[in-house]
């Protein structure tokens, strides 16, 4: 039997991405091994998003000498043609149906789109389902219009049977993704336009106990409706991934962000307001060309104000291709390394803060895995939580009383 390997870079849309690439060639008879040198086929599902990301496809190909390799995944043309000259094959996600025909002239006409395909089941307790792909928004910084094309909503009824589908399997939280899941406009079966807060209540009413989870967020698209179904809800869980990128009004303007730091923060003060106990995580650039000492520090201000759980902080990378390409990289790595401590350090300080104010709190968490004689898992509200108890409770909703803060977390009690 031919044997072959995933290599997934970037988002949870990619690994989304991956669970497809596994079911349309495990149906072409490769069966999934560990090894990657053991492989008769590998496939590197990328990301381009940073210089540093394509850097490792290259190491990885060099490193692969028996197996065919294909790379697919957010490729940019002018990095598509130097993977190409290293690569067996660069195929699209998009093109999916049509792998079987070009790796081994097989034609499989009962797949008719690429969400039609369904995720192997990789096991597990998650189930990360792609309620869209593309994105409108064009980010002077981003690569992903460029890769994933315009935005593409999923039929409603699709989604929803994955949902039934991963609940019948086991799994216990769904993930529904999308660059900007927000402007979701999907249609249902009479081909009625359907947005994300109408879909979200449909999930919603999928039969089964478990929790759903949405990302990513973009703050001009988020709407009061989407709190209130959030604070309604016993099934949506208490995390919100909110981008803001930058504290700085012009920098936003240059990075085409379409909101004032200003709506920014009302919006978080009010969904803080509806939500006290909701986690908070963003994404935030440090070093963007032109950004200056002081507007820097309104970055590190808006993180003192606004106590994120969460974030991911990225140095600015130059894309080929996007319009801030075109913007002189005047930013010294060091100078970008610098920022970037600071803002980590802040992060720190307020999730410490957050963490601690949890103690004494009873919490709902789904439990994970088994280590070092804990069982650890994540709360409702995304924070990463361990308590001793016995291994039978991995995949299980359990109540815990939080006793300990911890720099990564959160320790505490079984209740009854």
């Not at 990513?216 to 179904?229: A, N, Q, R, T, V």
């Not at 789904?366 to 004689?373: A, V």
Request: overall charge positive.
């Amino acid at each position: 039997m031919k044997k072959y390997h995933i290599i997934t870079y970037g988002c949870q849309t990619n690994h989304s991405d991956s669970e497809r690439i596994s079911s349309v060639l495990e149906d072409m008879g490769y069966s999934f091994v560990e090894d990657k040198y053991n492989a008769d086929l590998v496939v590197i599902n990328s990301c381009s998003i940073r210089q540093s990301a394509v850097n490792r496809i290259y190491g990885q190909i060099e490193n692969i000498k028996n197996g065919k390799v294909i790379v697919t995944g957010c490729i940019l043309k002018r990095d598509g043609k130097k993977l190409s000259k290293k690569a067996d094959l660069i195929l699209d996600t998009k093109d999916l149906l049509a792998w079987p025909e070009i790796i081994d002239g097989l034609n499989k006409k009962d797949l008719d789109n690429y969400f039609k395909i369904k995720p192997k089941n990789q096991g597990g307790l998650t189930a990360l389902i792609p309620i869209m792909t593309g994105c409108n928004n064009f980010c002077s910084y981003c690569v992903v219009p460029y890769t994933r094309g315009r935005e593409l909503s999923r039929p409603l009824d699709d989604i929803i049977e994955e949902v039934r589908l991963a609940n019948e399997k086991g799994n216990k939280e769904v993930w529904l993704l999308g660059q900007n899941v927000n402007s979701y406009k999907g249609k249902d079966s009479k081909g009625k336009e359907v947005n994300f807060c109408q879909l979200i209540k449909e999930v919603e009413k999928v039969p089964g106990n478990f929790w759903i989870r949405f990302t990513s967020s973009h703050p001009k698209d988020f709407s009061d409706e989407l709190i209130e179904i959030i604070k309604g809800s016993e099934k949506i869980t208490k995390y919100l991934h909110l981008p803001v990128q930058s504290g700085d009004d012009e920098i936003l303007e240059r990075m085409n962000r379409p909101y004032k730091i200003s709506d920014y923060k009302k919006f978080v003060q009010k969904i803080k307001k509806e939500l006290p106990d909701l986690t908070l995580s963003t994404d935030v650039i440090v070093g963007f060309p032109k950004e200056t000492e002081e507007q820097f520090q309104k970055t590190a201000d808006l993180f003192r104000e606004i106590p994120y759980d969460m974030a991911y902080i990225s140095k600015y990378s130059p894309r080929p291709g996007t319009p801030s390409f075109k913007l002189k990289d005047d930013i010294s790595n060091v100078e970008k390394e610098r920022r970037w401590t600071i803002i980590n350090e802040i992060l720190m300080k307020n999730n410490q803060q957050r963490n601690k104010f949890l103690i004494n709190k009873t919490v709902e968490a789904l439990i994970e895995k088994e280590k070092d004689g804990f069982i650890i898992g994540k709360t409702k509200e995304y924070k990463s939580i361990k308590v001793k108890g016995p291994r039978s409770l991995v995949g299980n909703f359990v109540k815990i009383k939080v006793n300990k803060s911890l720099s990564w977390g959160l320790e505490g009690d079984l209740t009854n």
